[in-house]
């Protein structure tokens, strides 16, 4: 990636400290997000999706806590912002759309106001202008009858309109870096592909995006990088184009066939067998050799490195890091 990174994340580490021990929820990811591009993280349930962009965003509730790492916004490292100076980021120049759409909006407060809030509270603008802003943004992420919209309840809009009120909160600041967790999860695929228009809109205006899915198909429509993950860790990354056409690890391979697979009809992704490991009980090696069909000799007592087998593309697996250099 050689254009300038809007978001830089270098060696992040979050852990939960429960009473049955530390959960490396985020163990060592670094990712960058290019200015104007769509950068994708998928991986199961249970990765670290989450936790990676709760971290980035600075809301990482106790017991878990972000340990270290840098997490550079447009060059400045905003992990090393006081509680206060975070909070003046947030929704001004980072804004993230939440994995629970429902719950994300006040239910006994109008969509309009929630959104105009945002505007009145980062911008210090009146209550006039934050109207006229909320109306053209409702227009600008397809709210059919934009104006009336404003005065709607939560309850009185269907899932896609409401996700589309969260975009539109969530744009009102023009913020420097959205990150969308599942933004399309609870929606039909019609909805999805609206939706996923939009975001290709909005980065096209400017806006760079951090895309969260546990679905390729997702990441395969609208994202131009993709970072694979698995028990907290990075375990491939590439441009969307070439993780696609040759993927390395097995582990994105297998969710590559189970992409096919349910294409084609099938109900149950058994492409992997097993389920993501307990994190409070990893391998020292690879996490993913316990469900590994190519796991050899010393993949579970060895942690691969991320290896780059071609510019830009990296892959964790010890299958790369055996070759004898040329
Ligand atoms: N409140 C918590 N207490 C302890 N551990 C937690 C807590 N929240 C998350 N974790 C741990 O962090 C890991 C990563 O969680 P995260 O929510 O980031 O997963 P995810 O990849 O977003 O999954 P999903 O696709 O289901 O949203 C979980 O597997 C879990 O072990
Ligand atoms: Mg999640």
């Not at 934050?130 to 309840?153: H, N, Q, S, T, Y």
């Not at 939706?195 to 429509?221: D, F, P, W, Y």
Request: glycine share 8%; with cysteine; charged share 25%.
């Amino acid at each position: 990636m050689a254009e300038q990174a809007m978001l830089q994340v270098r060696h992040l580490c979050t852990s939960f400290f429960t009473e049955k021990g530390e959960i490396r929820a985020v163990d060592d990811v670094s990712l960058e997000v290019p200015a104007g591009k769509i950068v994708g993280i998928v991986g199961e349930s249970g990765c670290g999706k989450s936790m990676t962009a709760r971290s980035v965003m600075g809301l990482v509730k106790a017991p878990g806590k972000v340990k270290s790492g840098e997490i550079l916004l447009d060059g400045r490292d905003i992990a090393a912002l006081s509680e206060h100076e975070r909070c003046a980021v947030r929704g001004s120049e980072i804004s993230m759309i939440f994995q629970e759409p429902m719950t994300s909006l006040n239910p006994v407060v109008r969509v309009g106001r929630q959104v105009e809030e945002a505007l009145i509270l980062h911008e210090h603008v009146k209550r006039h202008e934050a109207e006229e802003r909320a109306a053209e943004i409702f227009e600008a992420v397809g709210i059919p009858d934009a104006r009336k919209r404003l005065r709607a309840w939560p309850h009185q809009l269907s899932g896609g309109l409401r996700q589309r009120v969260l975009i539109a909160m969530a744009m009102i600041c023009r913020p420097k870096l959205l990150i969308a967790d599942e933004p399309t999860t609870a929606l039909d695929v019609t909805v999805e592909a609206q939706i996923l228009r939009l975001m290709k809109k909005l980065c096209e205006s400017g806006t760079s995006i951090l895309l969260i899915s546990h679905n390729l198909g997702v990441i395969a429509q609208v994202c131009d990088y993709v970072y694979v993950m698995y028990a907290g860790r990075i375990v491939e990354q590439a441009d969307t184009f070439t993780l696609f056409d040759h993927p390395c690890h097995p582990y994105t391979k297998g969710l590559l066939d189970s992409v096919s697979s349910l294409r084609s009809g099938a109900r149950i992704l058994d492409t992997i067998p097993g389920v993501v490991p307990n994190l409070l009980h990893l391998p020292a090696g690879c996490s993913f050799s316990l469900r590994c069909g190519c796991c050899g000799e010393g993949c579970a007592d060895l942690l691969p490195g991320l290896i780059e087998t071609e510019p830009g593309h990296r892959v964790r697996c010890h299958l790369f890091d055996k070759e004898e250099p040329a």
